[in-house]
C-alpha cells in the first residue's frame, strides 16, 4: 500500500468509524442495540489497527428487531442499496445494505444473523451476552469478545465472497488467539448450529485443520463450502446448491428466482431493463443467453468443488 492509499485508506476508516458510532447511538435511542461486527472492532482483536482495511459497517441487530431497524435507517436518510418492491429472493436473507446519508458513499451492512449460522435467535443471545464496550471515534459501541470474534472469522473464511481478507484474518486469529479462545468459540458454533461452517473455515488454513482436529469439529465438506471459498461463477454455485437440495420442489424454488429475477431486480441492476417493456424482455434473453455461455465453465467448477467435498471425506 502506498503512502497515498494508507491516508486515503485512514480517513475512510475515521468516517467509517463515526458512521458505526452513529448509527448504534441512533438505534439505541430507539430501543435496539446493535454489536459492530467486524471493522474497528475485529482490527483491535487482531492487534492489526492502521493496517486492516475495511470498506463497510457491519452491525447485528436481534432478529426480532430487523424490520424496525430498517425503517429506522430507511427514516434517518439512508437509502437502500437493494432494488426497491418485493426483495430479491437471491439475496443473503440475513443481512441488507444501506448507504448512510453524506457525500461519501458509506454503506452499513445491517446483519440479523451471519452466513453459516443456523439459528440467528441463539447467535444474537449469546453475542450480545458477552458483548464488550470499545471507545471509537469520540463514542463507545459494543463488539464480541475474543471466543465470538473467533466464531466469526473462521465462519467468515468459510465465505469469503471476493476478498482476501477473511483468509488473511483467520491466519492472523491463528496467531493472536489463544487455544482456549478456539474451545470456547466452538462451543459457541455448537450452541448457535455454526459447526460445519466454523470447522471448514478453520481447516482452509495451515495449521487450522490440526486445531480443528482437537477441537472435535467434523471433517466432512459439502460442494456448496468449496464452491463458494473458491469464488466460483455465479452459475457454479447455483449449480452446486441445486445439487445438495433434498426435492425436486426445492430445487425449483431455488432456481426459478435466479433465473427469472424480479423487473425490480432486473431495473436496478440493467440500464437496458429499465428502456421499458422491451428492454426489460431484451434484458432478459440477454440474461439468459449468459447463462447458456457460461454452462461449460460452471460445470468444470461444479466438478471440481464436488471432488475437494468427496476428498474431505476421506481425510
Do not use: N
Not at 161 to 183: I, K, Q, T
Not at 208 to 225: C, N
Not at 246 to 267: E, F, I, K, Q, S
Request: hydrophobic share 45%.
Amino acid at each position: 500500500m502506498t503512502a497515498s492509499q494508507a491516508t486515503s485508506a485512514a480517513v475512510r476508516h475515521l468516517a467509517l468509524d463515526a458512521t458505526a458510532v452513529a448509527t448504534c447511538a441512533r438505534l439505541a435511542d430507539r430501543g435496539i442495540p446493535a454489536i459492530l461486527l467486524k471493522g474497528a472492532g475485529l482490527a483491535r482483536r487482531l492487534g492489526t489497527e492502521g493496517r486492516r482495511v475495511y470498506s463497510d459497517v457491519d452491525l447485528l441487530v436481534a432478529p426480532d428487531d430487523f424490520d424496525r431497524a430498517e425503517a429506522l435507517l430507511a427514516g434517518s436518510g439512508f437509502r437502500s442499496a437493494l432494488p426497491p418492491g418485493r426483495p430479491d429472493p437471491r439475496l443473503l436473507w440475513y443481512e441488507r445494505p444501506w448507504y448512510a446519508p453524506g457525500p461519501a458513499p458509506l454503506v452499513v451492512d445491517l446483519h440479523r444473523g451471519f452466513h453459516g449460522v443456523a439459528d440467528p435467535q441463539a447467535f444474537w443471545t449469546l453475542l450480545s451476552a458477552s458483548a464488550q464496550r470499545l471507545p471509537l471515534a469520540g463514542g463507545t459501541v459494543a463488539v464480541p469478545d475474543v471466543a465470538a470474534t473467533a466464531l466469526l472469522v473462521a465462519v467468515h473464511a468459510a465465505m469469503p465472497g471476493r476478498s482476501d481478507r477473511p483468509y488473511a484474518d483467520l491466519l492472523r486469529a491463528l496467531v493472536v488467539f489463544p487455544v482456549e479462545a478456539w474451545r470456547a468459540a466452538t462451543v459457541l458454533a455448537r450452541q448457535t448450529g455454526a459447526v460445519p461452517a466454523f470447522g471448514f473455515g478453520l481447516r482452509l488454513a495451515p495449521g487450522g485443520a490440526e486445531l480443528a482436529d482437537r477441537l472435535g469439529l467434523p471433517r466432512r465438506t459439502s460442494r456448496t463450502q468449496w464452491a463458494a471459498v473458491r469464488r466460483v461463477s455465479g452459475p457454479a454455485y447455483v449449480l452446486a446448491r441445486l445439487a445438495e437440495l433434498p426435492t425436486g420442489r426445492d430445487r425449483w424454488r431455488h432456481l426459478v428466482p435466479y433465473l427469472l429475477p424480479p423487473p425490480t431486480a432486473m431495473r436496478h441492476g440493467s440500464r437496458l431493463a429499465r428502456r421499458g417493456p422491451v428492454g426489460l424482455s431484451a434484458a432478459y434473453l440477454l440474461r439468459f443467453a449468459r447463462h447458456v455461455v457460461s454452462l461449460p465453465t460452471a460445470v468444470r467448477e461444479l466438478w471440481t468443488a464436488t471432488r475437494l467435498a468427496r476428498r474431505s471425506r476421506h481425510g
